[in-house]
């Protein structure tokens, strides 16, 4: 049987290309891609298109739907499935159904993904970047990364645990945008690449940040409020709960209004591109964790501790990936990846490699820290 289906409907746009570039270290083609699919590819990447030094390290093929080669085995309805010779990924986020095929066993080799057309975003595409990048001696680690009075700064830590309020801090007193997402190391020089992908800027931090409130939409701002109004509501629902609401509902409710509570702006936007820039040297680590008590406490961290934390870390990050490669295993168990096999293990070596010789810090702060305060108190480490 085919490995490769091809449409049933032959593309009208045959030999349209466009390229990503991921500051030189990867490379993404778009083939036959509709103006809306080049759209979707930008705002995930939050890239312009570019031209390629080498051949394409991940080609996206766009069709106007996948062939039939049997029937659709579901493993997990309404999300992945598999026939004889493919494992299809199912959009639920789009209007229609569309869907992808994605081969696994080929991910962090060059690798060919074939999309329909209309999807709201390409699966695990982040995840399988991560991959090519540690395929090729490159450490992607989920953080934010700027430049402040010459040295480099990395901030880890587990999600919602202030990653972005320290990048903010230090944005606000001339440093260097590098990324708020995803970072990818060097493993050779230490150096440290980020994707100018958008920024989620939660409520609380505008009240730090007045000057960035003018680049956010008046619309934006106005659901904010009314967002945060009801998350007033809420709260205070969730405290006496006296209209016999299920207390569980209004955690819930509360939760995911809480979720709302940002806007997503791009870095240019916010910034400016004059204080955005593509890499810098990896000089500092901050492992960002909050606490309950009050106050923000900084001391130096062990070398083998961090490496250790951020693995766990990165682990938990790819647990969506990792839950369909096991899906792929179950439809087609005598095929393998041996990167995700042994993802664990090179993780960590490139950990131990990139730390080396860098100044670690564990910096403990209360949820919601003001910015003045994150500044003030990390300020003194680069003196």
């Given at each position: 049987?085919n490995?490769n289906p091809?449409?049933?409907?032959?593309?009208?746009?045959?030999g349209n290309i466009?390229?990503f570039?991921?500051?030189?270290?990867?490379?993404i083609?778009?083939?036959?891609?509709?103006?809306?699919d080049?759209a979707?590819?930008?705002?995930?990447?939050?890239?312009?298109?570019?031209s390629l030094?080498?051949e394409?390290d991940?080609?996206i093929?766009?069709?106007?739907?996948?062939?039939?080669t049997?029937p659709?085995?579901?493993l997990?309805?309404?999300?992945?499935?598999f026939?004889?010779d493919?494992f299809i990924?199912l959009?639920?986020?789009?209007?229609?159904?569309h869907?992808s095929q994605i081969?696994?066993?080929k991910?962090?080799?060059?690798?060919?993904?074939?999309?329909?057309?209309?999807?709201?975003?390409?699966?695990?595409?982040?995840?399988?970047i991560?991959l090519?990048m540690?395929?090729?001696g490159?450490?992607p680690?989920?953080a934010?990364?700027f430049?402040?009075?010459r040295?480099?700064?990395l901030?880890n830590g587990?999600?919602?645990?202030?990653k972005?309020?320290?990048?903010?801090?230090f944005m606000n007193?001339?440093a260097?945008y590098?990324s708020d997402?995803?970072?990818y190391?060097?493993s050779?020089?230490?150096?440290?690449?980020?994707l100018?992908?958008q920024?989620?800027i939660?409520?609380?931090y505008?009240q730090?940040?007045?000057?960035?409130?003018?680049?956010?939409?008046?619309?934006?701002?106005?659901k904010m409020r009314?967002?945060?109004?009801?998350h007033s509501?809420?709260?205070?629902?969730?405290?006496?709960?006296?209209?016999?609401l299920?207390?569980?509902?209004?955690?819930?409710?509360?939760?995911?209004v809480?979720?709302?509570l940002?806007?997503h702006?791009h870095p240019?936007?916010?910034f400016?591109?004059e204080?955005c820039?593509s890499?810098?040297?990896?000089?500092?680590v901050?492992?960002?964790?909050?606490?309950e008590?009050?106050?923000i406490?900084?001391r130096?961290a062990?070398h083998?501790?961090?490496?250790?934390?951020i693995n766990?870390?990165?682990?938990?990050e790819?647990q969506t990936?990792m839950s369909?490669y096991?899906?792929f295993?179950?439809a087609?168990?005598e095929?393998?990846?041996?990167l995700?096999?042994?993802y664990?293990?090179l993780?960590?070596q490139?950990?131990d490699?990139v730390?080396a010789?860098?100044?670690?810090?564990?910096v403990y702060?209360?949820?919601?820290?003001?910015?003045?305060?994150?500044?003030?108190e990390?300020n003194s480490l680069?003196k």
């Amino acid at each position: 049987m085919n490995t490769n289906p091809m449409p049933d409907v032959e593309s009208s746009n045959t030999g349209n290309i466009t390229d990503f570039s991921i500051n030189g270290l990867a490379g993404i083609r778009l083939v036959d891609a509709a103006d809306q699919d080049r759209a979707m590819v930008r705002r995930q990447l939050g890239l312009h298109p570019g031209s390629l030094a080498t051949e394409p390290d991940i080609t996206i093929r766009f069709v106007p739907r996948l062939a039939a080669t049997a029937p659709m085995r579901y493993l997990k309805r309404g999300a992945a499935g598999f026939t004889d010779d493919a494992f299809i990924l199912l959009d639920n986020k789009s209007s229609l159904q569309h869907s992808s095929q994605i081969p696994f066993d080929k991910i962090g080799e060059r690798c060919e993904i074939i999309c329909e057309h209309g999807l709201s975003s390409i699966p695990l595409l982040t995840s399988i970047i991560n991959l090519t990048m540690l395929n090729k001696g490159i450490l992607p680690v989920h953080a934010s990364a700027f430049v402040y009075n010459r040295s480099g700064v990395l901030v880890n830590g587990w999600p919602r645990g202030g990653k972005t309020g320290m990048l903010l801090a230090f944005m606000n007193r001339g440093a260097k945008y590098i990324s708020d997402d995803w970072v990818y190391i060097s493993s050779d020089d230490s150096r440290m690449h980020g994707l100018p992908e958008q920024i989620q800027i939660r409520d609380w931090y505008l009240q730090f940040l007045p000057q960035y409130q003018a680049v956010t939409a008046g619309r934006k701002r106005l659901k904010m409020r009314l967002l945060k109004l009801l998350h007033s509501i809420t709260s205070k629902l969730s405290g006496s709960n006296r209209q016999g609401l299920p207390a569980k509902l209004l955690r819930r409710i509360n939760l995911g209004v809480e979720r709302q509570l940002s806007i997503h702006v791009h870095p240019h936007t916010l910034f400016g591109e004059e204080s955005c820039i593509s890499n810098g040297q990896l000089d500092k680590v901050f492992l960002a964790v909050t606490r309950e008590q009050p106050g923000i406490m900084v001391r130096p961290a062990q070398h083998q501790a961090v490496i250790k934390q951020i693995n766990s870390q990165l682990l938990y990050e790819q647990q969506t990936l990792m839950s369909y490669y096991l899906m792929f295993r179950f439809a087609f168990p005598e095929k393998t990846n041996r990167l995700i096999e042994q993802y664990e293990t090179l993780q960590y070596q490139l950990l131990d490699k990139v730390l080396a010789d860098k100044e670690l810090y564990n910096v403990y702060h209360p949820f919601e820290a003001p910015l003045p305060d994150i500044f003030t108190e990390l300020n003194s480490l680069f003196k």
